[in-house]
């Protein structure tokens, strides 16, 4: 017998999604039949508004564009400018930005941890997750004064030279989060609810992946060595060494696996960040902001965000304030076409259960 | 840089020299190809790029409203998985009534680029299905990131101020005429170095 | 006897007291104030010493808290949130993008002064503000509870007209049902 079809709408407010959007659901029992996503609750026009800004008063808020991982965002606004204008980074400076966009990474996966275990049920991991959140946080708080937007990376280099002894305070850091994670593994992992709950959940499908345009974890997930790290290098990722972790399979199972051989690749790499740091300049000197203009051109900059791909697209008409910033997060295509066609034939208590694996961030989706 | 590690990136730009009517087109950088085309070629463009040179993946789709040629220029950016380029396709519309083709059979997730574009620019493309508003609900204003679209003049129209605003505008061209300082003496107060 | 002043100060006393120790709080994650809400409420700051918890539905939520600015779209769910609220409701503006539009004070998008649209009993700045912040906010709201001034959805009855006046500004698609009961 057929069931009788129901229209379901969650969100836009709704504790389990990770940001304020909405899906509309057709539903038969309890089977997904067609979703719908609306999204621009949360638009701001910040293309619009940095047209009316100059080029530092940009920088200040393009950092506001995804919430949980800002640093990507002032990472590819200072690489933007910096190739239309031809700026030079000190050695120190590009150092210290991979440094700060590594912690960032694990900060995110962190919350990550809490909002995957969340939706599946599991609020300990969350308590304890979020809570070693904070330790990274401290970390950037004594580096940039900020807790979750730091303003840090600024075209030319970075705000502030690492104060005094914050290499001991992030190696003790991440030695303690490395502890942790075994941690995580006995609760999240080894967990028989979880492992039921995401193996053959959400599955994408590997040989459409790249052309769906998926991007990050949930394309890694699927098999697919990909990382703009590696592909494009950006800062000095060349000169270092790390992996790309990949899985075959494309389901929740596989991404949260991904993530979590990235979290320690991230430790690692902080750590060698670290102990290669050269001395020297951190800030190549920018003119009075009121004046400084850049050279007419376009730039076309992406760096790996926690979630995949982030770019960002610059035109400079010359004058004082840019022409036109626009932002590609990784949330654009995962969260609207990816996530519509993945509902599909999933379960309702699964929405949220995927949209967090996919990392939805509705804030970069409208901005 | 030299000629020969741009290698595969000049290869796409003379194959498509050859079959195509290019308007321009270079080599920007490592990593980075550029033609600029007319807009009846985006989709034969892009078909070629995706099917034969293996361009699979649609990275991104971007608008730029060039007011004072009264044109809108779009550009299509493009990525390589296996040769690590991103190709960007260029074309340049009228502002006024400028149509494109819908390349959502191309790639489907261009169709949430096309339906943004369409309700933040005002460019139409030719059957594109999809709901009409995307991301602003009820808007009867001109679509708001062109360039004539002043969000300050709106703002004081539409919504509140809190006392106090006005002062903070005045400081910020308090600020601007002093631009011959170096570095506001409030900045050097509270920097650290 | 009962109706008499005296016995009706006592009650209040006591109910107020029973209603500031626990404030279910309904996060309407407006953007980007939500990044601070999981800290605040999980391990090191623990927000529910103070009897302060997440609460699913709006029937079942004691405070609105309204974590950033407010895109003209949300704001008509916002509204629609807070009038399915039970009466006695507080609200709390969280950064400063709700006291004064903060960054986005130019933006065609986002309202800047969220008083006007609802009433508002604490307000915390910042962009933005720490879980510290969040919680001296949380003791604030409770002190004025416990004096009886926190009276926002007081106010909204009262002054309905101007309050609605002012989202029919914006909202100009209005579809709901107005607030008349």
């Known amino acids: ?367 | 840089m030299s000629e020969n590690n741009l290698h595969n990136e000049q290869k796409l730009l003379n194959l498509l020299e050859k079959k195509f009517i290019l308007k321009g087109g270079s080599v920007r950088r490592e990593r980075r190809v550029e033609v600029k085309v007319e807009p009846k070629e985006i989709v034969p463009v892009l078909l070629y790029a995706k099917e034969n040179s293996g361009y699979t993946a649609f990275t991104h789709m971007s608008c730029v409203d060039w007011i004072e040629d009264g044109e809108f220029e779009v550009v299509y950016i493009l990525w390589h998985p296996e040769e690590k380029i991103n190709f960007f396709v260029k074309t340049r519309v009228s502002r006024d009534n400028g149509t494109l083709p819908n390349i959502d059979f191309i790639w489907r997730q261009a169709n949430t680029y096309e339906r943004e574009i369409r309700e933040m620019f005002g460019i139409q493309f030719e059957g594109l299905v999809g709901r009409e508003e995307f991301i602003l609900e009820d808007w009867e204003h001109m679509p708001p990131m062109r360039r004539d679209f002043d969000t300050a003049k709106f703002v004081e129209k539409t919504y509140f101020y809190r006392p106090g605003r006005e002062d903070a505008k005045d400081v910020r061209e308090y600020v601007q005429e002093r631009t011959d300082e170096e570095l506001p003496d409030f900045a050097k107060k509270y920097s650290r170095d | 006897m009962y109706n008499d002043k005296e016995s009706q100060k006592i009650v209040d006393i006591i109910q107020n007291y029973a209603r500031k120790h626990s404030l279910f709080i309904l996060a309407y994650g407006t953007g980007c104030g939500a990044i601070e809400i999981p800290p605040t409420m999980t391990s090191r700051y623990d927000a529910e010493r103070f009897g302060i918890r997440g609460a699913a539905t709006p029937r079942q939520a004691d405070v609105l808290l309204i974590t950033g600015y407010l895109a003209t779209k949300s704001l008509k769910r916002v509204i629609k949130v807070y009038e399915q609220m039970q009466d006695p409701k507080y609200v709390i503006g969280f950064g400063s993008c709700t006291i004064n539009g903060g960054m986005y004070w130019d933006s065609y998008n986002t309202i800047n002064v969220l008083d006007k649209y609802i009433p508002v009993d604490v307000n915390i700045n910042g962009c933005m503000p720490r879980p510290e912040a969040v919680i001296a906010g949380f003791v604030k709201l409770q002190k004025q509870i416990q004096e009886g001034k926190a009276d926002g959805w007081d106010k909204y009855k009262k002054n309905l007209d101007y309050y609605k006046e002012n989202q029919k500004k914006i909202i100009t698609n209005w579809v709901m049902p107005d607030f008349n009961w």
């Open chain 1, 1 to 367: 017998m057929r069931e009788k079809s129901t229209t379901l709408y969650i969100g836009p407010q709704h504790p389990g999604i990770t940001g304020n959007m909405m899906v509309k659901l057709q539903v038969e029992g309890d089977t997904i039949v067609k979703a719908e996503t609306h999204v621009g609750y949360l638009h701001r026009g910040f293309e619009k508004l940095m047209e009316r800004r100059n080029w530092l008063q940009s920088f200040t808020i393009v950092c506001r564009i995804c919430v949980p991982e800002p640093d990507p965002n002032e990472e590819n606004y200072s690489r933007a400018v910096e190739e239309i204008e031809g700026r030079e980074v000190p050695e120190r400076a590009k150092y210290i930005r991979v440094m700060t966009l590594e912690l960032a990474r694990i900060a995110t996966y962190l919350l990550w941890y809490g909002g995957q275990s969340g939706s599946a049920g599991l609020l300990t991991m969350g308590q304890w997750s979020v809570g070693d959140r904070n330790y990274i946080l401290d970390l950037f708080e004594d580096l940039t004064g900020g807790r979750v937007y730091h303003m840090y990376i600024w075209p030319g280099g970075v705000r502030r030279d690492l104060p005094e002894g914050f290499k001991e305070k992030a190696l003790r850091t991440m030695d303690y989060l490395e502890k942790r994670l075994d941690d995580y593994d006995k609760l999240l992992f080894e967990n028989s609810i979880f492992q039921k709950r995401a193996k053959g959940v959400g599955i994408i499908d590997k040989n459409k992946a790249i052309e769906w345009g998926v991007v990050g974890p949930p394309l890694r997930g699927c098999g697919i060595q990909s990382d703009v790290r590696k592909d494009d290098p950006y800062e000095v990722y060349d000169k270092l060494d790390f992996e790309v972790p990949a899985m075959e399979g494309g389901d929740v199972w596989t991404r949260a696996l991904v993530r979590r051989f990235e979290i320690r690749q991230s430790i690692n790499l902080v750590r060698q960040v670290l102990d290669k740091m050269p001395g020297g300049e951190y800030y190549n000197k920018i003119p009075n902001p009121h004046k400084w203009t850049i050279p007419a051109g376009d730039a076309f900059v992406k760096t790996e965000s926690a979630r995949g791909e982030f770019g960002y697209y610059m035109v400079s008409d010359g004058g004082n304030k840019p022409r036109r910033v626009h932002v590609k997060g990784p949330a654009y295509v995962h969260g609207i076409t990816l996530l519509e066609n993945l509902l599909v034939g999933e379960n309702v208590a699964d929405v949220s259960f995927i949209m967090n694996s996919l990392g939805t961030c509705p804030p970069e989706i409208e901005r």
